[in-house]
């Protein structure tokens, strides 16, 4: 007699069945696409995915739409029931009045008008509307014909003002404005924190912009008690208007912005004198300023010694010296010294002996080729919480063996750039078929390949042209990585593509931009596997033809920005071929 074992029934968890209340405990550890991807899931987990502090980290972005109730997508949001507390509108007409406004605007926190074709009138009705507006940005919106600050006029015949009392972040960048049209706009909003005046008068004579610039000092000097963030980068600042803020004691800034060109004076120094009274600074960018010398940068380090963030790209005149005060800074978390030509590798190493290392977390080392690959090293060993580690274009320090250090040792990057890393081969990436091991103690042997970075959410190893489809079947494997940038991969194929899809199946972003190898089969294996696909860059990649077009439209769903310049083979019609996909917001071709 046969005796038949039942087989065992098969259990799985039920997760749809976890309280609400510990779904939205374990959303707080997902980022804002992972949420929005899981709350398809099921209907307990779409409910945790709505709840209000989710919520306020959504942005509605609208390009390029008539803000009309009777239009789309306008008509739908309208129906909808949800609030946007966050809201950014590029190129939009807002020449009409909508309800949209009145219904959601007391929910309103911040929003942005970018390159928006907008009349005065309906500004301020919009903002009439947002009693709790905190954050107005008005960005680039003087390139338009009928543009913001061309024809508004915040008084009309003298009669009233208008006053928005809750607003405390103010950006104008990128536009040129007047006078009158300054001093309206900042009157308006009585209780200003934090200022954005960065890149203004671009196509502005040096002599009207000098006078805007007095406008400014003198805004910042009348506002100095309340004022806690100024950003006027992008507008180089002499002396004279450094003085005024110099002079202001009662300016006590948490954060500073701004571009210093001039050769500093020798005597009473503005600049330095600033730099000694701001005692609070937590962040401090002086991007491109060739005026900040060594000597600054050790009355910085002495004087505001709780920065937190510094960024110095460009700045040329900064030798090895000033590097190795910046590390002295015991709260810092950040530090940009991209393109510091004047850098060598001892500055960072150096440095690093005096810094503490435990907290910096960000390190920004781009377009620096005085580096080598013991720096790198000496990086992987000093600084074990980073982050984000930013070298690309730095080509002659990550090696095979620099690069086993780094993976090796930064298992908490997040941010990984390692662009036109000309030396590093699939060896360094792998780990495999390396000559010299990088660990080896007796008999035991240890090599790492790059999938031990389990935290990456951003790889940038574009131009690295010695990789192969080796590197991508046998060390990339992340779950989690969101961004990824292989263009001027030359050797990679379909066949690298078809390990990478599979592998990586979380990818939003992806670069794979003059490829030559790149075909309509790989651009299939794109569509149907990365679900989550919004940007795709194929530029050059002169194998594609129209196949490819009909992949994305049957498969990708979320798809928003194609790259297909010099795609010679795609017919003319490409965006009229693709608008069957909801989400397509842009198609750059030739």
Request: aromatic share 10%.
């Given at each position: 007699?046969?005796?038949?074992?039942?087989?065992?029934?098969?259990?799985?968890?039920?997760?749809?069945?976890?309280?609400?209340?510990?779904?939205?405990?374990?959303?707080?550890?997902?980022?804002?696409?992972?949420?929005?991807?899981?709350?398809?899931?099921?209907?307990?987990?779409?409910?945790?995915?709505?709840?209000?502090?989710?919520?306020?980290?959504?942005?509605?972005?609208?390009?390029?739409?008539?803000?009309?109730?009777?239009?789309?997508?306008?008509?739908?949001?309208?129906?909808?029931?949800r609030k946007y507390p966050l809201i950014k509108l590029s190129r939009v007409k807002l020449n009409v009045y909508s309800k949209f406004w009145e219904n959601y605007g007391p929910f309103v926190r911040e929003i942005t008008f970018e390159k928006c074709m907008i009349w005065r009138e309906?500004?301020?009705?919009?903002?009439?509307?947002?009693?709790?507006?905190?954050?107005?940005?008005?960005?680039?919106?003087?390139?338009?014909?009928?543009?913001?600050?061309?024809?508004?006029?915040?008084?009309?015949?003298?009669?009233?003002?208008?006053?928005?009392?809750?607003?405390?972040?103010?950006?104008?960048?990128?536009?040129?404005?007047?006078?009158?049209?300054?001093?309206?706009?900042?009157?308006?909003?009585?209780?200003?924190?934090?200022?954005?005046?960065?890149?203004?008068?671009?196509?502005?004579?040096?002599?009207?912009?000098?006078?805007?610039?007095?406008?400014?000092?003198?805004?910042?000097?009348?506002?100095?008690?309340?004022?806690?963030?100024?950003?006027?980068?992008?507008?180089?600042?002499?002396?004279?208007?450094?003085?005024?803020?110099?002079?202001?004691?009662?300016?006590?800034?948490?954060?500073?912005?701004?571009?210093?060109?001039?050769?500093?004076?020798?005597?009473?120094?503005?600049?330095?004198?600033?730099?000694?009274?701001?005692?609070?600074?937590?962040?401090?960018?002086?991007?491109?300023?060739?005026?900040?010398?060594?000597?600054?940068?050790?009355?910085?380090?002495?004087?505001?010694?709780?920065?937190?963030?510094?960024?110095?790209?460009?700045?040329?005149?900064?030798?090895?010296?000033?590097?190795?005060?910046?590390?002295?800074?015991?709260?810092?978390?950040?530090?940009?010294?991209?393109?510091?030509?004047?850098?060598?590798?001892?500055?960072?190493?150096?440095?690093?002996?005096?810094?503490?290392?435990?907290?910096?977390?960000?390190?920004?080392?781009?377009?620096?080729?005085?580096?080598?690959?013991?720096?790198?090293?000496?990086?992987?060993?000093?600084?074990?919480?980073?982050?984000?580690?930013?070298?690309?274009?730095?080509?002659?320090?990550?090696?095979?063996?620099?690069?086993?250090?780094?993976?090796?040792?930064?298992?908490?990057?997040?941010?990984?750039?390692?662009?036109?890393?000309?030396?590093?081969?699939?060896?360094?990436?792998?780990?495999?078929?390396?000559?010299?091991?990088?660990?080896?103690?007796?008999?035991?042997?240890?090599?790492f390949a790059i999938d031990r970075l389990k935290k990456l959410r951003v790889l940038k190893v574009s131009g690295c042209y010695r990789m192969t489809d080796f590197a991508l079947r046998y060390g990339f494997r992340f779950n989690e990585l969101k961004e990824l940038s292989l263009s001027?991969?030359?050797?990679?194929?379909?066949?690298?593509?078809?390990?990478?899809?599979?592998?990586?199946?979380?990818?939003?972003?992806?670069?794979?931009?003059?490829?030559?190898?790149?075909?309509?089969?790989?651009?299939?294996?794109?569509?149907?596997?990365?679900?989550?696909?919004?940007?795709?860059?194929?530029?050059?990649?002169?194998?594609?033809?129209?196949?490819?077009?009909?992949?994305?439209?049957?498969?990708?769903?979320?798809?928003k920005y194609l790259y297909v310049r010099g795609c010679f083979k795609l017919p003319p019609d490409i965006a009229e071929r693709l608008s069957k996909i909801p989400t397509l917001r842009q198609v750059y071709k030739s």
């Amino acid at each position: 007699m046969r005796y038949h074992r039942k087989p065992l029934p098969i259990f799985r968890p039920q997760f749809e069945l976890l309280p609400v209340e510990l779904v939205v405990q374990i959303f707080k550890y997902l980022s804002t696409s992972d949420r929005r991807s899981a709350s398809y899931v099921c209907s307990r987990w779409y409910e945790a995915s709505k709840y209000c502090r989710f919520a306020e980290q959504m942005v509605l972005h609208l390009i390029g739409v008539d803000f009309d109730d009777f239009k789309p997508p306008v008509m739908n949001l309208i129906l909808a029931d949800r609030k946007y507390p966050l809201i950014k509108l590029s190129r939009v007409k807002l020449n009409v009045y909508s309800k949209f406004w009145e219904n959601y605007g007391p929910f309103v926190r911040e929003i942005t008008f970018e390159k928006c074709m907008i009349w005065r009138e309906r500004v301020i009705s919009l903002f009439k509307h947002m009693p709790n507006l905190r954050v107005a940005r008005f960005v680039e919106c003087d390139l338009l014909r009928d543009d913001l600050f061309r024809t508004w006029k915040f008084f009309d015949n003298g009669l009233y003002t208008i006053d928005f009392p809750g607003v405390e972040t103010l950006s104008l960048a990128k536009n040129n404005f007047s006078q009158l049209q300054f001093e309206s706009m900042v009157e308006m909003m009585p209780n200003l924190t934090r200022i954005d005046f960065s890149n203004c008068f671009r196509q502005v004579e040096t002599g009207r912009k000098m006078f805007l610039l007095s406008c400014i000092q003198k805004f910042i000097v009348r506002r100095q008690y309340v004022l806690r963030a100024i950003n006027i980068s992008g507008i180089p600042v002499d002396d004279i208007f450094l003085r005024g803020l110099a002079d202001a004691e009662g300016l006590l800034l948490d954060e500073l912005s701004l571009t210093y060109l001039e050769k500093m004076p020798t005597r009473l120094p503005a600049i330095v004198d600033l730099f000694r009274r701001q005692t609070n600074l937590r962040f401090l960018d002086v991007t491109g300023s060739n005026g900040i010398t060594d000597y600054c940068v050790e009355q910085i380090v002495r004087h505001i010694v709780g920065l937190q963030v510094v960024v110095m790209t460009g700045c040329w005149g900064i030798s090895d010296y000033g590097i190795r005060q910046v590390f002295r800074l015991q709260q810092l978390e950040s530090l940009n010294l991209s393109n510091c030509i004047r850098m060598s590798k001892h500055g960072i190493i150096d440095g690093a002996a005096f810094s503490n290392r435990a907290i910096v977390k960000e390190l920004h080392l781009e377009l620096l080729d005085t580096l080598d690959e013991e720096c790198v090293v000496k990086i992987g060993a000093n600084f074990p919480n980073l982050t984000v580690l930013n070298i690309g274009g730095s080509s002659t320090c990550m090696t095979d063996w620099s690069a086993q250090y780094i993976f090796c040792n930064l298992v908490n990057l997040e941010h990984l750039n390692i662009e036109r890393s000309t030396k590093l081969t699939d060896a360094g990436f792998t780990g495999i078929d390396l000559p010299e091991k990088t660990f080896s103690i007796w008999d035991v042997e240890e090599t790492f390949a790059i999938d031990r970075l389990k935290k990456l959410r951003v790889l940038k190893v574009s131009g690295c042209y010695r990789m192969t489809d080796f590197a991508l079947r046998y060390g990339f494997r992340f779950n989690e990585l969101k961004e990824l940038s292989l263009s001027r991969c030359h050797q990679i194929s379909e066949a690298g593509v078809e390990r990478l899809v599979s592998t990586c199946p979380t990818l939003e972003y992806l670069d794979l931009s003059e490829c030559p190898n790149i075909n309509d089969n790989c651009v299939k294996m794109i569509a149907i596997q990365l679900k989550r696909i919004s940007t795709l860059k194929l530029a050059n990649c002169p194998l594609l033809t129209e196949i490819c077009l009909h992949y994305l439209v049957t498969f990708c769903k979320n798809l928003k920005y194609l790259y297909v310049r010099g795609c010679f083979k795609l017919p003319p019609d490409i965006a009229e071929r693709l608008s069957k996909i909801p989400t397509l917001r842009q198609v750059y071709k030739s």
